[in-house]
């Protein structure tokens, strides 16, 4: 998988989960298949960060409780779990639906929006956006620092591949900032 061309990916036992509820199962799978360990991919702006299972838990301050005096926050769905952030802003698994949510921190709510059907389709987009990125190099922007239009397009075309709709990709590829 392309997501090893940017960290460390092992498998990671169950055990290594530190939350105070079980650990949800299609996120047991995903450290049991994928394994990010503390993997950072670059993104256009701020790079994409996925903790350990072992630093998962505490991925959750600033989230689900306040970092400083540890006080739940109370608009925190007690169904969500960060699984992923892109300079704060958190990636949500939402453990009711299945589905990964996004939002950005600091509107004092948090309502975050669907963005990912399920977490290997998160990981999948991640490591393409991060390749794409590697592969163009300085060339990856114009004078302008806007996006080169042949490598959004090779993103869209990669990410096409992996959601098997064109539509849904440039949405993601949009809501990635790739305009």
């Excluded at 036992?13 to 650990?23: A, H, T």
């Excluded at 950072?40 to 790079?47: A, H, V």
């Excluded at 072992?54 to 699984?83: C, H, M, S």
């Excluded at 490598?151 to 990709?169: F, K, L, N, P, Y």
Aim: glycine letters at 10%; hydrophobic letters at 40%; charged letters at 20%.
């Amino acid at each position: 998988m392309l997501l090893g061309e940017h960290g460390d990916v092992r498998s990671q036992p169950p055990s290594d989960w530190r939350g105070s509820f079980p650990l949800p199962p299609d996120i047991a799978d995903l450290y049991d298949r994928i394994g990010p360990v503390n993997v950072t991919i670059r993104g256009y702006g701020n790079s994409y960060s996925l903790p350990s299972l072992a630093k998962l838990w505490d991925f959750q301050a600033g989230y689900r409780w306040n970092g400083l005096t540890g006080e739940p926050i109370d608009d925190w769905n007690d169904d969500w779990v960060v699984v992923a952030d892109q300079g704060g802003d958190p990636f949500i698994f939402d453990r009711a639906s299945c589905t990964v949510l996004f939002d950005h921190h600091g509107r004092g709510v948090w309502e975050p929006q669907y963005w990912f059907p399920d977490l290997p389709t998160m990981i999948a987009c991640f490591a393409v956006l991060g390749s794409v990125i590697r592969a163009a190099g300085k060339d990856f922007t114009d004078a302008e620092c806007s996006i080169r239009p042949e490598h959004r397009q090779r993103a869209i075309d990669r990410i096409t591949e992996i959601v098997g709709s064109c539509a849904e990709a440039q949405a993601i590829v949009e809501g990635a900032g790739w305009g």
